[in-house]
């Protein structure tokens, strides 16, 4: 995957993603799918290494804990988009918002933390402008990670299937 941590770096990312990762409401994001087979779980995960690793390697100097939590809870919406006919059509206009909601009734939220959740989709959502530089790496992170895992993942696994 692209942005390895080293182990140093992924165990502080660890240590701020406790008590969010790991909570019941956050493990709900196992049961959706976000893009081809890769949960909403694990592409919140993706997002927040990338996030952590692009702070690091472009000295952004962002606050780590907003980052991770942000970055981490930035798709906490809690539906399968996939099957949700009044909201599907819309998912990507309406979910930050939903996401934000969600995170913001579970955890405590900075308004930095509240921003970097509402204002990842950003350009699709023009109105939600990331104010930080906290929410413009997460919003750069959530487009790299959906890019690789509806391109080059599902590209992968055709090729494995190919093999086969």
């Given at each position: ?28 994001m196992q049961k959706f ?111 790299m990670s959906s890019g ?17």
């Amino acid at each position: 995957m692209l942005c390895k941590l080293t182990p140093e770096e992924e165990v502080r990312m660890h240590i701020l993603l406790k008590g969010i990762a790991d909570d019941p409401n956050a493990l709900e994001m196992q049961k959706f799918i976000q893009h081809g087979s890769v949960t909403t779980y694990e592409h919140c995960l993706r997002v927040t290494c990338i996030a952590f690793w692009l702070n690091i390697h472009l000295h952004a100097r962002a606050d780590e804990a907003s980052l991770v939590k942000g970055a981490f809870l930035h798709d906490f919406y809690l539906y399968d988009w996939h099957n949700c006919s009044n909201i599907t059509h819309w998912h990507g206009f309406k979910h930050a918002r939903i996401a934000r909601y969600n995170a913001e009734t579970v955890f405590k939220l900075t308004d930095k933390e509240k921003d970097i959740i509402q204002s990842h989709m950003w350009p699709l959502t023009p109105t939600d402008i990331p104010h930080s530089r906290e929410a413009a790496l997460v919003c750069i992170a959530d487009k790299m990670s959906s890019g690789y895992e509806t391109v080059l993942e599902r590209k992968a696994q055709r090729k494995e299937k190919q093999e086969r």
